[in-house]
T-cell receptor, first 119, second 111 residues
């Protein structure tokens, strides 16, 4: 079954304790991305990756790191979590769909989410 | 940063009614997508529109991309309780590498 998996699904931690949220996709997608979702703010992109070893900052990258050593995996790292990083996190992977005359569109498949609480 | 505003933020209607959700921006997007998200799950793609003025239909859902590619609408005909969920629009910039999401419309369809 084609899917994006995230682990853990729920995590409660304390300020300053490093953590990693894993993300894996089995669709051979080149593009992967991390978002956080907060009430009233919608989904905001943290980082994205166009391919292995290629990562770029999204709209809210501060306090996060990512790596893309393999095509299927895109872990999100919080070196020193703070309470303002309490949120619902989603990983997504995208199919590149060339559209004649329109360039490329990225139709994203999302994981089930990781609810993180930092106390 | 490109911004997308969705309206209304919340919508509660009776089964069988029609509704329209709007997604507006001052920026031009190369394409626009609509997603639906249910509690405890990630968003699921419903449709992608890429051409100004484009209209796409998905059963009782009709999606339209504005002529200037700055806005979009989602119209649901004869809503059903199964349509309940958070509807999100997302616009792609020129390079299409980044998606900007609207804040969402929470739709509740009452039986």
């Amino acid at each position: 079954e084609a899917q994006v998996t995230q682990n853990p699904r729920y995590l409660i931690t304390v300020t300053g304790k490093k953590l990693t949220v894993t993300c894996s996709q089995n669709m051979n997608h080149e593009y992967m991305s991390w978002y956080r979702q907060d009430p009233g703010l919608g989904l905001r992109q943290i980082y994205y990756s166009m391919n292995v070893e290629v990562t770029d900052k999204g709209d809210v990258p501060e306090g996060y790191k990512v790596s893309r050593k393999e095509k299927r995996n895109f872990p999100l790292i919080l070196e020193s979590p703070s309470p303002n990083q309490t949120s619902l996190y989603f990983c997504a992977s995208s199919l590149h769909r060339p559209t004649p005359g329109q360039g490329v569109t990225y139709e994203q498949y999302f994981g089930p989410g990781t609810r993180l609480t930092v106390t | 940063t490109q911004l997308l505003e969705q309206s209304p933020q919340f919508l509660s209607i009776q089964e069988g009614e029609n509704l329209t959700v709007y997604c507006n921006s001052s920026s031009v997007f190369s394409s626009l997508q609509w997603y639906r998200q249910e509690p405890g799950e990630g968003p699921v793609l419903l449709v992608t529109v890429v051409t100004g003025g484009e209209v796409k239909k998905l059963k009782r859902l009709t999606f339209q991309f504005g002529d200037a590619r700055k806005d979009s609408s989602l119209h649901i005909t004869a809503a059903q309780p199964g349509d309940t969920g958070l509807y999100l629009c997302a616009g792609a910039g020129g390079s299409a590498r980044q998606l900007t999401f609207g804040s969402g419309t929470q739709l509740t369809v009452l039986p």
